[in-house]
């Protein structure tokens, strides 16, 4: 009996030490990951939409620092970095040997060159604000970069671990929109309009221990029903954002898969241009946040994933404030409001909503229903990704949309007037500003929380939910981000289990 017990227990750890041996990374396959909207480029540095980072950021190009799935900030090109005693002086020592795809070295010349590049009167860069605080650059050797700002910025070093600061090739940089070139564990191959891009391992990559595919192919797919079918049959391996939030349930109970309902830096919201009439009255864009039922909202758009927000803010996000009772779901109060501001009998207004997004097609449905009960009489207009990008938000073309804004630390878009919103609020920029300026954590949270206060109570946008992560994949892909904390489907150390 002994004997047999003995050989019950030996059979049993060797089974584990095979689960362990098993659980280790391994190399090789290819991994297609499908994506709804295609990006309109792929170079981060030249345009805001998020497609573009999904698909290239810490795939093929890389910047100064990195995000993990943790949300903490990590060496990228940067091995290490120091800030000075008074916030303003960051030193950076760079990685050693690294080189671009095309063969170019990466080293202090080149970074300079990218930071004064996105600094310039003529960058293109979406976000330049993120570096026209920079005073000085200097490059004492190939390997230090000195970054001098003129005040202290608190978010400095979450701005350059976004796509807007990865680095490009000072050869061949013009080409980057369709022939990106970066340092990063992948490069680029090629791409198919209308259908994928494709990238393989980059064998000279500075971490020889990575990537562990032998290629990843971004396959666009806007149907929801599509990318489910698409799964299902084999054709794709990761969806990276279920858009049909119905079918997370339904995968999750098919042991062919795995589906994760994590956590992402995105608010969805109603975006509100503030100088179109009625919504340029504060009391009308009150009395809707009076009108909304956020939770049902999540329950009938997200099926219950989703966080109800009061503010542009993310739950996971710190600094967070909860300001969801602020404007509690109060339909009376609603009308009284817009009796207030002159529109006893409600009002007609069109909400825009964007094609290629469910989500914000549905949540445009519910809301039109809900404003409804009130007296505001919404026309949905649906409209196509590049109609919407060109009409409303480089022309400002619209009353209301819908849409996810999933760029984290992103609330100060509300201190730029001409943003598609419109807002212009002297008491937020100057908020802003000493949210900026905060010397400790206390300070930050103080004026970040006041940041969130203050575009709440002014109701600038219909604020609705934290946008869940939801992807699914096949059960052999491994090592997935469950949350998302940065915009990127970050595949560098992505596995297949065989």
């Not at 994506?35 to 698909?55: F, H, S, Y």
């Not at 943790?70 to 090109?77: A, R, S, W």
């Not at 920079?134 to 004492?140: F, G, H, S, V």
């Not at 976004?162 to 070139?181: R, T």
């Amino acid at each position: 009996m002994k004997k047999l017990l003995f050989v019950v227990v030996i059979f049993s750890l060797l089974l584990s030490f095979q689960d362990g041996m098993a659980s280790e990374p391994v190399k090789g396959g290819t991994l297609t990951v499908c994506q709804p909207d295609e990006p309109p480029g792929l170079d981060p540095t030249a345009n805001t939409a998020a497609a573009i980072d999904r698909v290239v950021f810490a795939n093929i190009y890389e910047g100064l620092i990195k995000v993990d799935q943790n949300g903490q900030f990590i060496p990228g090109l940067a091995a290490s970095w120091e800030i000075s005693p008074d916030g303003k002086v960051y030193t950076f020592h760079l990685r050693k040997g690294v080189k671009f795809h095309n063969g170019e070295a990466f080293n202090t010349q080149v970074a300079k060159w990218n930071i004064a590049r996105a600094m310039g009167e003529n960058t293109v860069n979406p976000h330049p604000e993120y570096f026209r605080g920079i005073t000085a650059i200097a490059i004492p050797d190939d390997d230090t970069l000195i970054i001098t700002l003129q005040e202290v910025d608190a978010l400095f070093i979450a701005h350059m671990a976004e796509g807007d600061a990865v680095m490009l090739p000072m050869q061949g940089y013009e080409e980057a929109k369709s022939n990106p070139i970066g340092t990063g564990p992948f490069k680029f191959v090629e791409w198919v309009r209308g259908d994928r891009v494709e990238m393989v391992r980059y064998d000279e990559y500075w971490n020889p221990e990575l990537p562990y595919l032998d290629k990843v192919v971004f396959k666009f797919i806007d149907d929801a029903s599509a990318q489910i079918a698409a799964l299902k049959a084999g054709d794709i391996d990761v969806i990276g954002y279920i858009a049909a939030p119905e079918s997370a349930m339904e995968l999750s109970q098919d042991k062919r898969f795995k589906v994760f309902a994590g956590t992402t830096t995105g608010e969805v919201i109603m975006s509100t241009n503030n100088k179109a009439k009625p919504f340029d009255n504060k009391l009308v864009r009150q009395a809707m946040a009076y009108a909304i039922d956020r939770q049902t909202v999540v329950d009938l758009v997200m099926f219950g994933y989703g966080t109800p927000i009061g503010s542009h803010w993310s739950a996971s996000t710190p600094y967070y404030v909860d300001l969801t009772q602020k404007f509690a779901y109060n339909p009376e109060k609603a009308k009284e409001l817009l009796a207030e501001a002159g529109y006893p009998n409600g009002f007609k207004a069109t909400i825009k909503l964007p094609a290629i997004y469910s989500y914000s097609r549905r949540a445009g449905e519910v809301i039109t229903d809900m404003l409804s009960n009130v007296g505001i009489d919404l026309t949905i207009e649906i409209v196509e990704w590049g109609q919407w990008i060109e009409r409303i938000f480089k022309k400002k073309e619209y009353q209301l949309t819908m849409i996810g804004h999933v760029e984290a630390w992103d609330i100060g878009i509300y201190a730029n007037p001409d943003y598609y919103f419109q807002y212009d609020s002297q008491e937020f920029r100057d908020a802003y500003a000493m949210a900026l300026k905060a010397p400790n954590e206390e300070e930050k949270a103080k004026w970040f929380g006041r940041c969130q206060e203050i575009i709440a109570d002014d109701a600038v946008n219909g604020y609705l939910f934290s946008a869940p992560n939801l992807p699914a994949m096949k059960a052999e892909v491994q090592n997935w981000w469950e949350n998302y904390p940065t915009i990127a489907l970050d595949c560098t150390q992505v596995w297949l289990k065989k």
